[in-house]
C-alpha cells in the first residue's frame, strides 16, 4: 500500500540552528502539505503546496519556514533558525485533490530544539 | 469559541463497550468531516470521511453528522484494546479554504 513517508524520525537541534524534515508524498498524488503537532495539543495547519508552488499558509508559516519540491519526489520543509518553540511533531500529508479527497498522512518527524 | 471543540479525555471503556466520540463545531461552512485515529507517535490515519449530514458505517464505526446541531459522533462497537488510541475529528469547508481544521483529539482506552 503506498504510503507518505518522512525522514529523519527524530531530530535534536541547537536553537538557532537550521533543519531539514523531509517527505516522500505519494506518487501520484498533487497535494502536498506540512503540518505540526506540539506535544499533547491539536493538529496545526502550516502550508500547503501544489504545482510548484504554495497554495495556502497559516500564521504559523512566517519567514523562518520554507518549503521546496526539489525534485519529483521529496518535499521538504526547512526552518531556518530553530527556537525552542518549534519543538512539536511535523507531520506531512498529501492528497489526489482537495475538497473531497483524503488526505494520507506520514509518520511524522519528532523535532526537539534544545 | 473555537472552531472546533473536542473533549480530550481520556475516556476509559471496558472491552466489547461501545464508544460514542464527538465533537460540536461553530462554522456553518464546513462541509466534509473526518474521524482520523491516531497511536502514540505516529501520525494521524484517516478512518471515516462524510460528506453533509447523516450517518455512515465501516463495519465497527460508524461516522454521524448532524449539521442542524453542528455536531458529529463516531461509535465504534465492540471496543478492542488496539482500539486505543487518540481519535481527531476534522472538518472541511466546501469553498475557499480547503484546509482541515482538526479537533483536540479524545483519548480513548480500552482496557481488556
Known amino acids: 500500500e503506498p504510503e507518505v513517508t518522512q525522514t529523519p524520525s527524530h531530530q535534536v537541534t541547537q536553537m538557532g540552528q537550521e533543519v531539514i524534515l523531509r517527505c516522500v508524498p505519494i506518487?501520484?498524488?498533487?497535494?502536498f502539505y506540512w503540518y505540526r503537532q506540539i506535544l499533547g495539543q491539536k493538529v496545526e495547519f502550516l502550508v500547503s503546496?501544489?504545482?510548484?508552488?504554495?497554495?495556502?499558509k497559516s500564521e504559523i508559516f512566517d519567514d523562518q519556514f520554507s518549503v521546496e519540491r526539489p525534485d519529483g519526489s521529496n518535499f521538504t520543509l526547512k526552518i531556518r533558525s530553530t527556537k525552542l518553540e518549534d519543538s512539536a511533531m511535523y507531520f506531512c500529508?498529501?492528497?489526489?485533490?482537495?475538497?473531497?479527497?483524503?488526505?494520507?498522512f506520514g509518520q511524522g518527524t519528532r523535532l526537539t530544539v534544545v | 469559541q473555537k472552531e472546533v471543540e473536542q473533549d480530550p479525555g481520556p475516556l476509559s471503556v471496558p472491552e466489547g463497550a461501545i464508544v460514542s466520540l464527538n465533537c460540536t463545531y461553530s462554522?456553518?461552512?464546513?462541509?466534509?468531516f473526518m474521524w482520523y485515529r491516531q497511536y502514540s507517535r505516529k501520525g494521524p490515519e484517516l478512518l471515516m470521511y462524510?460528506?453533509?449530514?447523516g450517518n455512515k458505517e465501516d463495519g465497527r464505526f460508524t461516522a454521524q453528522v448532524d449539521k442542524s446541531s453542528k455536531y458529529i459522533s463516531l461509535f465504534i462497537r465492540d471496543s478492542q484494546p488496539s482500539d486505543s488510541a487518540t481519535y481527531l475529528c476534522a472538518m472541511k469547508r466546501s469553498g475557499g479554504s480547503y484546509i482541515p481544521t482538526f479537533g483536540r483529539g479524545t483519548s480513548l482506552i480500552v482496557h481488556p
Open positions: 500529508a498529501s492528497s489526489t485533490g482537495t475538497a473531497n479527497t483524503e488526505a494520507f
Open positions: 462554522n456553518s461552512a464546513f462541509q466534509y
Open positions: 503546496f501544489y504545482n510548484n508552488e504554495i497554495s495556502e
Open positions: 506518487s501520484n498524488h498533487l497535494y
Open positions: 462524510t460528506y453533509s449530514s
